[in-house]
């Protein structure tokens, strides 16, 4: 039980971090996804297929991003994940939701500490 | 949430699909991180291996997003039942069977179901139907649902636990003319209130009001059913007018399309106002008549009344009404009698209980004897498949030995049972439709279709759907943990002989249950058996039945009867013809009398079963006259009153002494009648009758009744009774044409049905046990050719094998022969009530149901058998 809640916990994280990384940049495929949160977490983010695309899907299946076969600009063929209005509602929610937790989270433990 | 939702809906879906593209997406992916590791100056031979390091496997991801797009249990489920469909088809002869016992199986259940669903569980489509209660009235174990109308007023205007009260009366079938020729209805009266109080309102026109109570009105309301088949749904129904006997209606409304009325099975086509009832029956009215109990009475409580408050409030007006009936009885019987009425309240929300009464016990115990074939359905189907997971032994050890759990190998095997059980279960439903259609055939019994509504409903479609997977889980269940057990287990034979003693304990109970079934239809049978062989004071054969529709002849009474029977002697092949006021009775009238010579007791009942016939009548019957004669032309009106008895009446009132020339006085009448003849006794209406003391008068010494029905004995048909009619009047037609044989064997439906149908199951359950234990031998005897062969290669005779094979089917059947009996034991005595000359432990059925399975079985077991004393030893041990 306590695996399944701490795996919870990291998908809602990772759904989120997609969701942000997709509405900021455009349409991405998959793999431009993974390169900017690599580049954003100054490389210590490495996501693998196997972590990002069960997430890309899950979102997916909840509406808060639509995919689409694209070219690359190498003339490539390739799956474009773009933002939905649904998601862009759950991210401000998400987003808020962090930074509320996070702030708590601050409060808590700075205190804890100073004593 | 709503996302949550679009997610698991999707991931359903998955299941189903293929995901598209994925593959090529993931290999994209991989060649970007290729190109990025080159980007950073990795040497090319290293190139895909980084990208690997960074991106992981393309199988494994695959995988992963897979899981996210499918549910995995269901997914799991799917491919088991498409492997379990595969193996399914690669043996039919085994499906065929399986799935067409389980259809037979739950099918004869949801028949059943289906019909007491119909009959004693569906509510009526009227406004909150579980505030309807029925009266009842009590009279020590005579139960009766009818009353006098000035006692329905009396309850309408006393009772305060009621919103309303409404009286009903089924009238039957009557003759309206809408055009020129006249066409058969199934009237009845309602009180004005009726719809109100059931809260149905018309779809077309209006129903009847409260005013229909206090101002009679010639109108009527007819039913959806009868707008559809009578008048193709003509908007232009109302204000119609039609004739019915000597007055003419005028249609005002149409009731919608789900209202059958109030009683289940009636389905009447026309409603008319209860004040109208002297027109609509065609006779004088009976509204004012205190001693009438002809109207069933239905109440609705007032919201928030409890049953219990509203049946005491009844109780207390009742019982101030039988004190004061029982205050005018000088007999101290019948002021007991009228003190011991008790007036109930009982449930009405599913319809007034006519049916249920009739048929709630036959169809419980069919419920219980369908149900037990299903079980020795099921357990032949254990059997099987325990047969079936020893063939594919190899294959669960395989899959067992690559990892599969054993839960996993449980679900796959269930998994293949479960087809079985929908594909039993949907053939089901179409059986059942069938079945249950030609069981109401049976029980409307020629007569009148009972009106049932037997489509169908989500309780039985529910309750097939239960059955058939609670079936599924009795019959894959137990062979699939046996078979999960043999990857595990690597001594093979001890597995083998768990199997073993579960297929001995399938075959025991099996016969067990298949002997309760026979027991019961041995009973049933001998009960049916013995009901024909009665000694019945009548020759059943070439009697015919009819009654006359005058309502718009010319002539009528008396006079109309004797130019009937005076035709109907004179034609060719009728050796006689008579009439009775009740043609098969005595029944529904008796009346106190007082005996010349006898001396009631204070207490002692005085009342005997009256009868009034024309002359010939015992001679119609072909009952002997024992002593005396009976009525001939000469009792007329003017003639010396006259009566003949039957012989019960001759034993309970002269003992040995001859009855002929004493008198009888019957209360309320002056003259007193000369005894000129006793009878044989007859068991009339029905066979199933007790003989009491009866009387028969002749009906021209009394006056006219006003109905009556024909009895006419010889060659003689409903053609020639309708020719007779019609050359005395064209407008005289028959109604209620039977033969004597026809309705006699109406008077004993229960009594067929159940011994017809618990007959087909007997015989269904012994073939399933049959067919059962042939397949366990058999393949017991396979299993074992090794052993065998090496047995006789040691010495063993033939006969020996025979012997051995025989000895260890005998054991589980004479398990289940004992247990049987002791289930039969304690089962039986549910049906006593409905045996008829044989008791619920009859040892004679008891014997022969027992000998009849034992050899059944035991020629089952010799079949495998002799093929085991067949086998070479030099061949099967070379097999090997």
């Not at chain 2, 050899?855 to 077991?861: G, P, V």
Request: glycine residues 10%; contains cysteine; hydrophobic residues 45%.
């Amino acid at each position: 039980m306590a695996n399944r809640a701490k795996a919870d916990v990291l998908q809602g994280t990772l759904d989120l971090m997609i969701l942000q990384t997709v509405a900021t940049m455009g349409p991405l495929h998959g793999y431009a996804v993974a390169e900017r949160l690599e580049q954003v977490s100054g490389g210590s983010l490495q996501l693998n297929m196997g972590t990002l695309y069960p997430g890309l899907v899950r979102l997916e299946q909840r509406g808060f991003i639509r995919a689409e076969w694209d070219r690359t600009e190498n003339n490539r063929r390739a799956r474009y994940y773009s933002i939905t209005a649904a998601g862009r509602r759950q991210l401000s929610a998400e987003k808020a939701e962090w930074t509320r937790m996070a702030s708590i989270m601050h409060a808590v433990l700075q205190k804890e500490e100073a004593k | 949430m709503r996302a949550r939702l679009r997610e698991w809906w999707l991931r359903f879906l998955g299941t189903f699909t293929r995901p598209d593209g994925m593959e090529d997406e993931l290999r994209f992916h991989l060649e970007m991180a290729e190109q990025e590791a080159l980007r950073r100056g990795a040497p090319p031979g290293e190139l895909a291996r980084q990208a690997r390091l960074r991106a992981g496997g393309v199988t494994q991801a695959a995988e992963a997003v897979r899981e996210q797009r499918s549910i995995g249990w269901l997914g799991d489920f799917l491919r088991d039942s498409r492997h379990g469909a595969r193996l399914l088809a690669k043996s039919p002869l085994f499906t065929t069977a399986a799935i067409l016992s389980l259809a037979l199986g739950i099918g004869a259940n949801t028949a059943i179901f289906s019909l007491i669903d119909a009959v004693m569980l569906r509510m009526m489509p009227v406004h909150e139907p579980e505030r309807l209660v029925q009266f009842v009235k009590y009279r020590e174990t005579d139960r009766r649902g009818s009353f006098s109308y000035p006692l329905y007023r009396r309850f309408r205007s006393e009772l305060h636990s009621f919103d309303g009260l409404l009286a009903r009366f089924p009238v039957g079938r009557r003759e309206a003319s809408f055009g020129v020729e006249p066409e058969i209805v199934n009237a009845e009266l309602v009180s004005g209130n009726y719809y109100s109080v059931l809260g149905v309102s018309a779809i077309a026109g209006r129903t009847f009001d409260e005013d229909a109570d206090r101002n009679p009105s010639p109108v009527a309301v007819i039913s959806y059913a009868f707008w559809k088949r009578r008048f193709g749904m003509d908007p232009g129904v109302v204000g119609r007018a039609f004739r019915l006997n000597r007055t003419v209606f005028t249609i005002v409304g149409v009731t919608p399309p789900e209202f059958f009325g109030v009683a289940v099975g009636e389905s009447p086509d026309v409603a008319f106002p209860l004040t109208m009832d002297g027109e609509v029956r065609g006779s004088q009215s009976m509204l004012h008549c205190v001693g009438c109990g002809w109207l069933q009475v239905i109440g609705r409580l007032r919201a928030g009344q409890s049953l219990t408050g509203a049946q005491a409030e009844v109780s207390t007006l009742f019982s101030g009404i039988v004190q004061a009936q029982a205050q005018r009885e000088e007999n101290g019987l019948y002021r007991q009698e009228a003190l011991s009425q008790r007036m109930r309240l009982e449930p009405a929300g599913n319809g007034l209980d006519t049916l249920r009464v009739r048929f709630s016990e036959p169809l419980r115990i069919l419920m219980g004897i369908v149900a037990l074939v299903l079980l020795i359905a099921c357990a032949n189907l254990a059997n099987l498949l325990l047969g079936r997971a020893a063939a594919r032994r190899r294959e669960i050890g395989v899959r067992m030995a690559i990892g599969a759990g054993r839960g996993r190998v449980i679900r796959q095997l269930l998994a293949e049972g479960l087809l079985l059980a929908v594909a039993g279960g949907v053939m089901s439903l179409l059986l059942a439709c069938w079945s249950a259609n030609a069981l109401v055939t049976v029980m409307s019994n020629g007569g009148a279709r009972i009106a049932l509504n037997i489509r169908p409903d989500l309780r039985v479609l529910s309750f097939a759907a239960a059955i058939s997977i609670g079936a599924c889980l009795l019959f894959s269940l137990a062979p699939a943990i046996q078979a999960s057990r043999v990857g595990i287990q690597p001594v093979l034979a001890e597995a083998r002989g768990a199997r073993w003693r579960l297929g001995r304990g399938l075959i025991a109970a099996q016969v067990a249950i298949s002997l309760v079934l026979l027991i019961g239809a041995g009973l049933f049978g001998r009960t049916l058996l013995r009901l024909y062989s009665l000694e019945t004071g009548f020759d059943r054969s070439n009697v015919l039945l009819f009654s006359v529709n005058s309502d718009h002849a010319s002539l009528r009474g008396s006079e109309l009867r004797a130019r009937i029977l005076q035709d109907l002697r004179s034609i060719p092949g009728i050796a006689s013809a008579s009439y009775g006021m009740s043609p098969i009775g005595p029944s529904g009238w008796d009346g106190s009398i007082t005996v010349e010579g006898y001396t009631f007791g204070p207490n002692e009942d005085d009342r005997v079963l009256l009868n009034a016939v024309e002359p010939d009548y015992f001679k119609t019957l072909r009952t002997p006259v024992v002593l005396g004669r009976e009525f001939g032309p000469r009792d007329t009106g003017s003639g010396p009153k006259v009566a003949v008895v039957n012989e019960a009446f001759a034993r309970r009132y002269f003992r040995d002494r001859s009855p002929l020339g004493k008198w009888v006085n019957m209360t309320g009448e002056t003259d007193r009648r000369e005894i000129v003849g006793v009878v044989k006794d007859v068991r009339l209406p029905s066979i199933r009758q007790q003989v009491q003391p009866a009387m028969y008068i002749a009906l021209a010494q009394r006056g006219d009744p006003g109905w009556g029905g024909y009895i006419v004995r010889g060659t003689v048909n409903r053609a020639m009774v309708d020719g007779a009619l019609k050359r005395i009047d064209p407008k005289l037609r028959s109604d209620d044409v039977s033969t004597l044989e026809e309705h006699l064997s109406r008077g004993i439906l229960k009594e067929r049905v159940m011994g017809t149908l618990s007959g087909l199951f007997g015989a269904l359950s012994l073939l399933l046990v049959s067919v059962g234990i042939y397949g366990v031998m058999a393949f017991q005897v396979a299993r074992r050719q090794k052993e065998i062969g090496i047995r006789m290669a040691l010495g063993a005779r033939p006969h020996q094998v025979i012997g051995m094979v025989l000895v260890e089917t005998a054991a589980p059947v004479a398990i289940g022969v004992i247990t049987g009996v002791a289930g039969a034991l304690a089962l039986t005595r549910v049906a006593e009530k409905m045996l008829f000359g044989v008791k619920p432990t009859d040892p004679l059925t008891f014997a022969a149901a027992g000998t009849l399975l034992v050899t059944l079985a035991l020629t089952a077991a010799y079949l495998p058998s002799r093929a085991a004393g067949r086998l070479s030893p030099v061949e099967t041990l070379r097999c090997e």
